[in-house]
């Protein structure tokens, strides 16, 4: 999966210009983008570079929102997409708990 990781940096960026460190629109983000992953599995006639898109879509909310609340993650550990995915919804269940502060962290 190193074609995986490596698109899924390339999807990232280098930089951080037009992305949002508010939690709030990242989870929103997320939400969006796991929706519409979630519809290319029901979907059986999706185009496989659709498919792929979304999943690069939702890896990339996820790494960001996992950074924004210091849950560490990187593209390098999406050899295997699924593993990963499945460890940091763990992960952001326990850092979104309502026991946890969602204030904006400004660096």
Same mark, same amino acid.
């Given at each position: 999966?190193?074609?995986?990781?490596?698109?899924l940096t390339r999807a990232l960026?280098?930089?951080?210009?037009?992305? +949002?460190? $508010?939690?709030? #629109?990242?989870?929103a983000d997320l939400v969006h983008s796991r929706a519409r992953l979630r519809a290319t599995e029901r979907e059986l006639g999706t185009p496989v570079v659709e498919a792929l898109a979304r999943?690069? +879509?939702? $890896?990339?909310? #996820?790494i960001r929102l996992c950074e924004s609340l210091d849950v560490a993650t990187t593209p390098?550990?999406?050899?295997?997409?699924v593993r990963e995915r499945a460890r940091l919804e763990r992960e952001l269940e326990v850092a979104l708990s309502p026991e946890r502060d969602l204030k904006p962290q400004y660096t």
């Amino acid at each position: 999966m190193v074609m995986y990781v490596d698109l899924l940096t390339r999807a990232l960026g280098t930089g951080e210009e037009g992305h +949002s460190s $508010d939690v709030h #629109l990242l989870l929103a983000d997320l939400v969006h983008s796991r929706a519409r992953l979630r519809a290319t599995e029901r979907e059986l006639g999706t185009p496989v570079v659709e498919a792929l898109a979304r999943e690069l +879509s939702y $890896d990339g909310a #996820l790494i960001r929102l996992c950074e924004s609340l210091d849950v560490a993650t990187t593209p390098d550990r999406f050899a295997n997409p699924v593993r990963e995915r499945a460890r940091l919804e763990r992960e952001l269940e326990v850092a979104l708990s309502p026991e946890r502060d969602l204030k904006p962290q400004y660096t």
